[in-house]
């Protein structure tokens, strides 16, 4: 069965310093995929990222970067020089690649960035 | 470019009253899924539409709750005889044409179901 972990249920940081956000997810699928999204306070969530279980390349973008890890069935996040406005639940997902299949959410991780 | 929209954003409802919460997805998608939120929780998948056609509803509560998405018009959540305990967060997502769980899913910016 899917299952996906966020082992860190709040998170505090004061503006500027680097934070890694943990996801550690369970799949007996050889081809799923991984996604990143963020609640903010005023409660949509924010598509972040999509990675495939082939792909262990790392990713950046601006001041997010993923580490994929199989080996580890691990699928970090990590914000360098956090802003206030990083403040936010964030959620990690698991997709098999089954017909209709759903997706698996993480519980979610509070991140508060202090001024 | 709209995303997936969601109305009402706020419903509240006496126990025992029938909420409808609509969705309509990214222009293009035909691939509708709801996720319920509840508070301080992640999301829980509950059902996958595609037009006319439940595909998975193995989240869905057996009793009282149903869920549409016609040839015509938005997406449907319905939820009779509310209870106390179905107060939550219901987002809706939609991905395009394949739905096999590789696509990404973009969400709505849900609707807050309070019951009174």
């Known amino acids: 069965a899917q299952k996906v972990t966020q082992a860190q249920t709040e998170i505090s940081v004061v503006e500027k310093e680097d934070v890694t956000l943990d996801c550690v997810y369970e799949?007996?699928?050889?081809?799923?995929?991984l996604f990143w999204y963020k609640q903010p306070p005023s409660g949509e969530l924010v598509f972040l990222i999509r990675r495939n279980s082939f792909d262990e390349q790392n990713e950046i973008s601006g001041r997010y970067s993923w580490n994929f890890q199989k080996s580890t069935s691990s699928f970090n996040f990590t914000i360098t020089a956090s802003q206030v406005v990083d403040s936010a639940v964030y959620f990690c997902?698991?997709?098999?690649?089954?017909?209709?299949?759903?997706?698996?959410f993480g519980p979610g991780t509070r991140l508060s960035v202090l001024p | 470019n709209a995303g997936v929209m969601q109305n009402p954003r706020h419903l509240v409802r006496r126990r025992g009253q029938e909420a409808r919460l609509r969705c309509s997805p990214v222009k293009g998608h035909s691939h509708v899924y709801w996720y319920r939120q509840l508070p301080e929780e992640g999301l829980k998948f509950m059902v996958y539409l595609q037009k006319e056609n439940i595909i998975d509803e193995s989240g869905m509560p057996k009793e009282r709750f149903s869920a549409e998405f016609p040839k015509e018009g938005p997406s449907i959540l319905r939820i009779q005889q509310v209870v106390r305990g179905d107060s939550a967060a219901y987002f809706c997502a939609s991905s395009p044409s394949t739905g096999w769980g590789t696509d990404t899913q973009y969400f709505g910016p849900g609707t807050r179901l309070t019951v009174l």
């Open positions: 997902a698991l997709s098999e690649n089954n017909y209709g299949q759903n997706f698996v």
């Open positions: 799949t007996r699928d050889t081809t799923y995929y």
